[in-house]
């Protein structure tokens, strides 16, 4: 017993400086981040107004690079270096030949419709690659709101069997890397365009981009003095299932008209709308029964089951007012609709008369073109970057306008004068036949 005693805690110690070596060294073991620019080589990605992804993804992601080296205890490496294709699997397997604790991925967006606006970070549906990913697209998220676009969501997809439907986020959970694709904004709406529009601000996305990821693994930086080691992240549960996407309409939309000015043909209009799989994000009006509809609205606050905006209808015009809701997987629902009278102010309620009915009628089937002289209308066309074009519209459509006036006036006066001359012959013929009839008897 004696022998066992003596051997007890010399053991004890050497299983202690064994343990403190191993916690060290860890603690030493830089992580590692692979960058991913997306698209390259013949595969431009996509394309707007002179700017292509392929060559945006490039600059963010080397001033990624470089804002990430500043920081101390991380290995940074790009996947592709130059203007080059590779495939989105040979892409995870570089960031796995590299034993990467993370694959950013980089991006920039653009829409069917080139309606939609803001930043969204997609991520793995599955185990831990969700969890990782959903807490560094937070991080990413917040910084990017802060600086002004609008947070589309952090989101997952699907395919046909039920796997990511990205390559380069299911071939990286394969191998067990988290990975996350951020688009960064969109490049074909005009919300999104001073985001983009210069080298510098491309390279402030990158550096944006690595302050979430410098966030995310609590890295210190003594060159830029700052500490992210006590950083908290946005912790979610395990998921033991695939955290699926929405993949239905808004469950409710339903509009009320609060006010209506008449003085200004101001109408505040209510919405009520809710999703109960994912939230609204968006709202676009029409005043013309669903011909025609505004830009896209944000809605806000985003979790808000109720929104009041203020639209001015065009004087003369019957409103015909229908909502679309968008929600995050930008599936949309329309409203009920809501008809108004003819709302009838300013300068055209003076020299209307008796014409004023038929006018408005012959408005209402103009209100398409006509909604581009409603000032908040116009305003939306210039977010997308149309605005001559919708005021030449609306200068057409006046023009049009008053050349009806004047034919209808025409066309009352001839009508009048018709009236009066079959009335006088009535009154001329009737004499003689009075005469006939006296006679006869
Ligand atoms: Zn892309």
């Not at 603690?27 to 620019?37: C, E, L, M």
């Not at 995870?92 to 991006?107: I, P, R, V």
């Not at 038929?358 to 605005?387: H, R, W």
Request: charged share 25%; glycine share 8%.
């Amino acid at each position: 017993m004696k022998p066992a005693f003596k051997i007890a805690p010399a053991f004890f110690l050497g299983l202690l400086f064994f343990c403190l070596r191993s916690i060290t060294a860890y603690g030493a073991k830089p992580v590692v981040a692979v960058i991913d620019p997306g698209h390259g080589g013949e595969n431009l990605g996509a394309e707007y107004n002179g700017y292509t992804e392929k060559d945006m993804t490039m600059i963010v992601a080397e001033a990624m690079k470089e804002e990430l080296e500043k920081y101390e205890g991380i290995e940074v490496y790009l996947t592709r270096e130059g203007d080059r294709d590779m495939k989105l699997e040979e892409r995870a397997e570089f960031a796995a030949s590299k034993n990467a604790d993370f694959l950013f991925c980089l991006h920039f967006n653009m829409s069917l419709s080139h309606e939609l606006f803001g930043s969204e970070v997609w991520v793995s549906a599955f185990g831990a690659e969700h969890q990782a990913g959903y807490a560094f697209a937070s991080a990413e998220m917040k910084l990017l709101e802060d600086t002004g676009l609008y947070p589309r969501g952090i989101k997952t997809r699907l395919n046909d069997k039920g796997e990511d439907y990205y390559g380069i986020i299911r071939h990286s959970t394969a191998k067990g890397i988290p990975s996350v694709i951020i688009e960064h904004c969109h490049l074909d709406q005009g919300r999104d365009v001073s985001f983009y529009n210069s080298k510098e601000k491309l390279e402030q996305f990158g550096i944006l981009d690595a302050t979430a990821a410098a966030q995310y693994f609590g890295l210190k930086s003594e060159i830029l003095g700052v500490d992210y080691s006590g950083y908290h992240k946005e912790e979610i549960p395990l998921p033991n299932a695939a955290v699926k996407p929405d993949t239905s309409e808004p469950d409710v939309c339903v509009i009320d008209v609060s006010h209506v000015d008449e003085e200004t043909g101001e109408i505040t209009v209510s919405v009520y709308a809710a999703d109960y799989d994912s939230y609204i994000l968006y709202y676009s009006y029409s005043l013309d029964g669903g011909e025609s509809f505004s830009g896209l609205h944000e809605w806000e606050p985003r979790n808000a089951d109720m929104l009041q905006f203020t639209v001015q209808a065009p004087s003369g015009t019957v409103p015909d007012l229908v909502v679309n809701v968008y929600n995050k997987y930008d599936y949309i629902t329309q409203s009920n609709h809501v008809r108004l009278p003819s709302i009838i102010y300013g300068e055209e309620e003076k020299d209307e008369g008796e014409t004023g009915t038929v006018l408005q009628e012959e408005d209402a089937v103009e209100a398409g073109s006509m909604t581009a002289k409603n000032p908040s209308a116009v305003k939306q066309e210039e977010e997308g970057g149309k605005t001559a074009r919708g005021e030449e519209e609306g200068e057409k459509s006046g023009q049009r306008a008053t050349v009806l006036y004047f034919l209808q006036v025409a066309l009352l006066c001839a009508s009048i004068l018709f009236v009066l001359l079959l009335m006088a012959g009535l009154l001329i013929g009737r004499r003689p036949s009075k005469k006939k009839r006296r006679r006869k008897k």
